[in-house]
Nanobody
Framework: QVQLVESGGGLVQAGGSLRLSCAAS????????WGWFRQAPGKEREIVVA????????YYADSVKGRFTISRDNAKNTVYLQMNILKAEHTAVYYC?????????????WGQGTLVTVSS
């Protein structure tokens, strides 16, 4: 059974930074494509960034290009999202998941997510 545990969210001022972590069990981060998704209040969940299993391909939504970076640590089986120069529009619950279809379709049940709140 796959378990995803996101952490690292919190309240930050606009222009600040956060680093989110996604600890995965039951599925290797090095053998699958992975993505970070977000769900803002009143909106559907959407893909934000993705990284291929080979690390050769990445995907960034236009709103986060130049601000967010996805990475992973195979030894820790953890995927990270470095978020810089945050804006109020980045406020959302962030989730990670392996990708069934590049770069938008998730594979497994969702974890609890981690809430990021950016104050302006």
């Amino acid at each position: 059974q796959v378990q995803l545990v996101e952490s690292g969210g919190g309240l930050v001022q606009a222009g600040g930074s956060l680093r989110l972590s996604c600890a995965a069990s039951g599925r290797s981060v090095s053998s699958y494509d992975w993505g970070w998704f977000r769900q803002a209040p009143g909106k559907e969940r959407e893909i934000v960034v993705a990284i291929s299993w080979s690390r050769v391909r990445t995907y960034y939504a236009d709103s986060v290009k130049g601000r967010f970076t996805i990475s992973r640590d195979n030894a820790k089986n953890t995927v990270y999202l470095q978020m810089n120069i945050l804006k109020a529009e980045h406020t959302a619950v962030y989730y990670c998941n392996a990708l069934r279809t590049w770069p938008r379709i998730a594979m497994d049940a969702w974890g609890q997510g981690t809430l990021v709140t950016v104050s302006s």
